[in-house]
């Protein structure tokens, strides 16, 4: 009996819709349904609700029929999608260019040869809990994996996949990696 609610309220949650009272008990004065399950709620059905439900001689399931109903139903509004997005700008209005994402630039510095680092995570955070050792630790760079350079390299224009060159660069001895032909400097 309560099999239909079920499914309907678990389709509302997994929806993300609002379950406001009334929109179920419109759902449920139904006499399609009211038929099915008994009468929950006392309001009046409008009739372009009445339309959209499954006519009783078609030949599928009653809860897919039901289920699949639900979402058109009750949603009222649709409210845009709040992600943190850091997509990169395929084409500028002045000039039509990609576009460097500029958290990137300031969170990450790029390597010669592609590989790209950043500092530890949460290195400024709670430094009352850390002991001196692990501060001393998390000051130093960590490597982005493989995925994420390439990642990083697709939200950058040309101009910062090359190499800088900066006066007293602390990263100086690390552009250069002997395993990888196009950084090696000595002849293999």
Sequence with gaps: MFAIK???LTSLRLSSCSKSTKNLAGFFSNKFVSSIVPNFFSTSVPHSL???LPSISTNTSILSSVSSLVPSLFLKKSFPCLEQTRSVTKWS???GKRKTVKAVVARFYRLSWGAWIRPMVGRNKR??????KRKIRSEKHVFCNSTQSTLLDKMVTKYWRKRRFYIDDLYEPYHQRE???SSAVKPH
């Design 50 to 52: 009445l339309r959209q």
């Design 93 to 95: 209005l002045n000039k």
């Design 179 to 181: 395993e990888y032909s």
């Design 6 to 8: 079920n499914v309907i």
């Design 127 to 132: 430094h009352w809990s850390k002991t001196a």
